[in-house]
């Protein structure tokens, strides 16, 4: 029997590749912060696929997942489709952090501690 692979799945890469190209400015931001080992000597990846869903930033180390909210996340399907979604990744074991957008520009440092406190080490 064929085991399912959970991680990076072949059917989203080129959706994947797509999201890498076309970062909003918040998440831009964020990954200049995160990419290369820069925070904490933790390795990021960006737009990674769990599941049938792509996340915006992942930590295999740590289990973690940073989601960064613009506009569209504001109304009320929106916010039951990111609810499900987020418990789905909880139910793996992953942890998942939210941001508004403009919190990453207006507030890094307080960005920067939420994310840390979710380290497990």
Same mark, same amino acid.
């Given at each position: 029997m064929q085991k399912r692979r959970l991680h990076t799945k072949k059917e989203l890469q080129e959706y994947r590749r797509e999201l890498r190209r076309t970062l909003t400015p918040a998440e831009a931001f964020l990954w200049r912060q995160l990419k290369g080992r820069k925070f904490k000597g933790r390795r990021f990846t960006r737009q990674h696929s769990i599941g049938h869903y792509i996340v915006d930033f992942y930590?295999?180390? *740590? &289990?973690?997942? /940073? $989601?960064?909210?613009? $506009?569209?996340? +504001?109304? *009320?399907?929106a916010a039951a489709y990111d609810e &499900?979604?987020?418990? @789905?990744?909880?139910?793996?074991? @992953?942890?998942?952090?939210? +941001?508004?957008?403009?919190?990453? +520009?207006? +507030?890094?440092?307080?960005?920067?501690?939420? /994310?840390?406190?979710?380290?497990?080490a």
């Open positions: 930590c295999a180390s *740590e &289990k973690l997942i /940073i $989601e960064l909210d613009g $506009e569209v996340h +504001f109304n *009320e399907k &499900k979604r987020t418990q @789905y990744l909880n139910s793996l074991g @992953y942890t998942v952090v939210r +941001f508004e957008n403009r919190m990453v +520009f207006d +507030f890094l440092p307080s960005v920067f501690m939420e /994310i840390e406190a979710n380290f497990k």
